[in-house]
């Protein structure tokens, strides 16, 4: 059976603990900070008979939701009216912080049968380690509770979005693509000393590193996807990419069609933005069949390369059949093409602009309050 996480009935003024208590009576899954204590409040004593879940189990984990069963001792099983599920986010002094405090909750719902889902945007994100414990409940005649003590600790992590999530990034994304602009290279900045290092020890292949944690926390190919990053946003006024970078001051170009063609799958990766008006949508480029290919199937949403609001490769029927680009005016597109990349295909070359670190989006944080870029599930 599923329990709703919605705390919509919590107003008393009361404490927090006491608050919870007030609203027990309700069949929907209650949301409280708890005290740190085991209980000090009078209306809740511990009874013996009460029997302590044993062998908890977590399954079917999503980002914002788990189902949680366990084992009771037959002893007074038919006094439970209550289970008190205790949820802390996993101490990490390095974890990101989200719109939601990250406090001790306590979770309150009438004893249905198990196995019990447990959902709630608001106190679970994606990608998160978290500890549960559980304790069991009776409601006297006089409006206290009894309860048992606490099972024993256990440790889950919930999971990424899912490509139900991702196609609900999308539809976002579209809304604000505009109109399309034509291009002609890919491009990536670096230092000067990146490509020398490229050169010296990497037989002058770019190779590809993992995706780092910038964006949506729940995507699935942060810290997973192996790729190479490109840019191909042109500049309105001159159709040609912008002088200035976050990255470095040489830049390597290669021509659209060798890394975009017919034998290239496209796949919709990301979308957000950093506490700043610009949006980003990331695009994975894979060549069909490759092991990137191969885990982009998997996980992230298709798109025509022919036919979507981002970027596209078509023939020129007007002229002599050659493939023409197109990319989206009004979002900054960041390519992860999934395949290492050889110098010898494109041209590296000083560029005359500055370096504009205020715009890099390496680990950027995505903005978890903009209506624009986020969606109804854990951040």
């Excluded at 409601?139 to 490509?163: H, L, N, P, R, V």
Aim: proline share 5%.
């Amino acid at each position: 059976m599923e329990v709703p996480g919605f705390a919509h009935n919590i107003t008393s003024p009361l404490s927090p603990c006491e608050g919870m208590i007030k609203d027990l009576s309700l069949d929907a899954l209650q949301l409280c900070e708890r005290d740190g204590s085991k209980s000090q409040d009078s209306s809740i004593s511990e009874i013996e008979e009460l029997p302590v879940p044993q062998n908890i189990k977590i399954s079917n984990i999503t980002c914002d939701s788990f189902k949680i069963c366990w084992d009771m001792e037959p002893r007074s099983k038919e006094c439970i009216t209550h289970y008190f599920i205790d949820l802390n986010k996993k101490e990490n002094k390095n974890s990101n912080k989200f719109k939601h405090k990250d406090v001790p909750t306590k979770l309150v719902a009438k004893a249905v049968p198990l196995p019990m889902t447990v959902r709630g945007h608001w106190f679970l994100s994606p990608r998160t380690e978290y500890t549960v414990a559980v304790q069991t409940a009776s409601k006297q005649t006089d409006g206290d509770y009894s309860i048992s003590e606490w099972s024993e600790i256990i440790e889950f992590c919930t999971a990424d979005y899912s490509t139900v999530h991702l196609n609900q990034l999308l539809e976002k994304a579209e809304v604000i693509a505009g109109r399309m602009l034509r291009l002609s290279v890919f491009y990536r900045n670096q230092n000067k000393e990146y490509f020398d290092n490229t050169r010296e020890t990497q037989e002058s292949r770019i190779l590809q590193s993992v995706k780092d944690n910038s964006g949506s926390h729940g995507s699935p190919i942060s810290g997973k996807l192996e790729g190479v990053y490109f840019s191909c946003n042109t500049e309105f006024n001159t159709g040609k990419p912008p002088q200035d970078s976050p990255y470095g001051r040489h830049r390597f170009e290669v021509q659209a069609d060798t890394l975009f063609n017919p034998d290239t799958n496209l796949y919709f990766g990301d979308f957000y933005c950093m506490y700043t008006a610009y949006h980003y949508v990331i695009l994975v480029l894979a060549p069909k069949g490759s092991a990137g290919d191969d885990f982009c199937k998997q996980r992230l949403p298709a798109l025509d390369i022919t036919n979507n609001r981002f970027l596209t490769c078509k023939k020129d029927e007007k002229g002599d059949g050659s493939l023409v680009f197109h990319h989206a005016q009004d979002v900054i597109l960041e390519v992860i093409y999934t395949e290492p990349v050889d110098l010898a295909l494109g041209t590296v070359a000083e560029i005359s602009g500055h370096q504009l670190m205020s715009m890099s989006t390496v680990n950027a944080k995505k903005d978890p309050s903009c209506k624009t870029c986020n969606i109804s599930v854990g951040r």
